[in-house]
């Protein structure tokens, strides 16, 4: 008897043609296979749905949503909106994945309970390139604190500009990340519309605010696909305005959250101050 799957691998898709067979050909060959692949078909006009669909009977929870088109936040809204699993990730059609990628989120948040989001490195692939790069070195894994998880994940020169010179296993994607359901659901979550790029970096910046417990792991387990063709590196100039206020979108979040986070410690620190002193007055009565 199969166990229930604790992981559904979103894969929001438009026009993918051309690479959903790679993508989907590495999901099905997967360590550990008993995971929902939950497809979201954004109104493709070309054979994504028809190649998707060649793909259903590889997958042992295999579910398609079709969809007038809406952008890629419409798309994983509407995917974690679909969510029946404790936990879930994110995966690009034009990218692919290692075999041990779908069993290291369940494996990570079974061995790190108190994580509320768990994350694997990843490589880079280009076009024209002929092997895959680890994006940032090595590293031991290990339990990151609030302020340790928005290093990682913010890039402190922005968005738009030295994005390869900012190393990181982390940064602001959400295909190398894990997520849980609970509270995502609790706080309402969604991913920005109306924005050129960066709301993946909005979202996790918003889930780290909103709760405690970041794992990190550096073993790359995601290629992350560099085409030619992509928006990340065909300029225009809606970038330019998306990128200053997607920006201010992070820091405000963050400093609020800093502001919160000092605010609690100073509390604690007055409740343990004030437990100590009652144990002393205690002593000498």
């Not at 994945?97 to 990570?108: G, I, L, S």
């Not at 502001?259 to 002593?283: L, T, V, W």
Request: glycine letters at 6%; aromatic letters at 14%.
């Amino acid at each position: 008897m199969l166990e229930q799957p604790e992981l559904t691998v979103i894969m929001p898709v438009y026009n993918m043609e051309k690479y959903l067979a790679r993508a989907l050909d590495h999901l099905a060959d997967q360590t550990d296979p008993n995971f929902k692949l939950l497809i979201v078909n954004d109104g493709s006009k070309d054979k994504t749905r028809e190649i998707a669909e060649g793909y259903r009977d590889k997958f042992k929870y295999f579910r398609i949503i079709n969809k007038p088109n809406g952008g890629l936040s419409d798309a994983r809204n509407v995917g974690m909106e679909n969510v029946d699993t404790p936990y879930f990730t994110f995966h690009d059609g034009d990218d692919w994945v290692e075999p041990d990628y779908t069993a290291y989120f369940v494996r990570a948040f079974h061995e790190h309970p108190e994580a509320v989001m768990v994350c694997c490195g990843f490589y880079i692939d280009y076009e024209h390139g002929d092997k895959s790069i680890p994006a940032a070195k090595f590293k031991p894994a290990k339990m990151l604190t609030k302020v340790q998880t928005y290093r990682e994940i913010v890039n402190f020169l922005g968005s738009m500009f030295f994005n390869h010179a900012f190393t990181s296993s982390v940064k602001g994607y959400t295909w190398n990340k894990g997520y849980k359901s609970t509270i995502v659901k609790k706080h309402g979550m969604e991913f920005v519309k109306k924005l050129a790029f960066m709301e993946d970096q909005i979202f996790n910046v918003k889930y780290i605010a909103i709760s405690d417990g970041f794992y990190r792991d550096t073993q790359p387990l995601y290629h992350y696909w560099q085409r030619d063709d992509s928006m990340v590196h065909n300029f225009n100039l809606k970038m330019v305005p998306d990128n200053f206020k997607a920006n201010w979108f992070v820091w405000k979040i963050i400093i609020k959250s800093l502001i919160a986070e000092r605010r609690k410690e100073k509390s604690e620190s007055k409740q343990i101050y004030s437990a100590s002193e009652g144990s002393s007055n205690d002593r000498k009565g």
